[in-house]
């Protein structure tokens, strides 16, 4: 039974740049959130969604949105980037019996 | 403001002897209270999680928790580390139900040396 799948994993893009974030969840999973993990922080989180709407979110600003696809596949897309959106982005999924099972996230550098 | 906090950046222990990685929060209400794993370049494993009921949580791999709700902590254990358990331990704490957002602390590394 496949996980939380995020793609890519790893992705390099410049300042002002856009970027878009995927995330499959694990399979019966209805609910995706996803978190921003900071270098020697803990994850943030950005937003949830659920049946397609946006039912949660965090302190983030406008530049970050989000979509849920009718197979409750997510992205997250980040406009202007700044250097400081450099993180490991991690996308999660909902039912569980444990709560959320996390991906492996993707590594988002900004030069 | 609701917060989790992790007092300790590290914590060091012999394999064999027993570990415990500190987690206190502050929130309002009645908080649902987790600890995951994070290894080398992963996301984030479930390790246990508490809602309501007995104050001690058993979880994955031999770790558990203890709610203690006066003291507003959540402090992880094991009875005997494991080389393997070297990792990056986060608690987290949701307000609302379990779908609620996480709310992390920052993270305590742990190292077990042989």
């Known amino acids: 039974d496949a996980g939380v799948t995020q793609s890519p994993t790893h992705l390099i893009k410049t300042r002002g740049q856009q970027v878009t974030l995927r995330c499959s969840p694990k399979?019966?999973?209805?609910?995706v959130s996803w978190y921003q993990q900071a270098l020697g922080q803990g994850p943030q989180f950005i937003f949830q969604?659920?049946?397609?709407?946006?039912?949660q979110r965090g302190n983030f600003p406008d530049r970050f949105s989000g979509h849920q696809f009718p197979n409750y596949s997510s992205e997250l897309n980040v406009n202007a980037l700044l250097l400081g959106d450099s993180a490991l982005y991690l996308c999660?999924?909902?039912?569980?019996?444990?709560?959320?099972?996390f991906g492996s996230g993707t590594r988002l550098t900004v030069v | 403001a609701q917060s989790v906090a992790q007092p300790e950046d590290q914590v060091n222990v012999a394999e064999g002897n027993p570990l415990t990685v500190k987690c206190t929060y502050s929130?309002?209400?009645?908080?649902?209270l987790f600890w995951y794993v994070q290894y080398p370049n992963r996301g984030l494993q479930f390790l246990l999680k508490?809602?309501?009921?007995?104050?001690l949580v058993k979880g994955s791999y031999g770790f558990e928790a203890e709610f203690n709700k006066s003291q507003t902590s959540f402090h992880l254990k094991k009875p005997s580390a494991l080389v393997s358990d070297s990792a990056l331990y986060f608690c987290?704490?949701?307000?609302?139900?379990?779908?609620?957002?996480?709310?992390f602390g920052t993270g305590t590394r742990l190292q077990v040396f042989p």
């Open positions: 999660a999924s909902f039912p569980g019996t444990g709560g959320y099972t």
């Open positions: 399979s019966g999973h209805d609910t």
């Open positions: 969604y659920y049946e397609e709407e946006e039912r």
């Open positions: 929130v309002s209400g009645n908080p649902y």
């Open positions: 508490y809602i309501t009921g007995d104050n």
């Open positions: 987290a704490v949701s307000l609302r139900d379990n779908t609620d957002k996480l709310i």
